[in-house]
């Protein structure tokens, strides 16, 4: 069993950077591949950026591509999102889902059996 905590969202204006983290727990967490997805309101939740259990393989979506940052500190069992020159299509929901030891089919909701309860990102314009 795994299970995922985030923190890190807030109000921000646009053009400033937040980090968000992902904290988990469970024997498997640091072997497992971890995703970040958002959710804006009346959307569907959809992908951010990925990344496997080493770190050594990230894959981001091209709307983020450039401006975001996804890493981990196996260490400290967490994963962090580092949104940079955030824009008001940036507001939604963030959630971190665990996935397993593989790095595949990643943009895939599916593909992940473990989510945390989310945290809330607002840009201002």
């Known amino acids: 069993q795994v299970q995922v905590v985030e923190s890190g969202g807030g109000l921000v204006q646009a053009g400033g950077s937040l980090r968000l983290s992902c904290v988990g727990s469970?024997?498997?967490?640091?072997?497992?591949?971890v995703g970040w997805f958002r959710q804006a309101s009346g959307k569907e939740r959809e992908f951010v950026a990925a990344i496997s259990g080493s770190g050594g393989r990230t894959l981001s979506s091209d709307s983020v591509l450039g401006r975001f940052t996804i890493s981990r500190d196996n260490a400290k069992n967490t994963v962090y999102l580092q949104m940079n020159d955030l824009k008001p299509e940036d507001t939604a929901v963030y959630y971190c889902?665990?996935?397993?030891?593989?790095?595949?089919?990643?943009?895939?909701?599916?593909?992940?059996?473990?989510w945390g309860q989310g945290t809330q990102v607002t840009v201002s314009s």
């Open positions: 889902a665990v996935s397993g030891p593989s790095f595949f089919a990643v943009l895939q909701i599916t593909q992940y059996e473990y």
């Open positions: 469970g024997r498997t967490f640091s072997s497992s591949t």
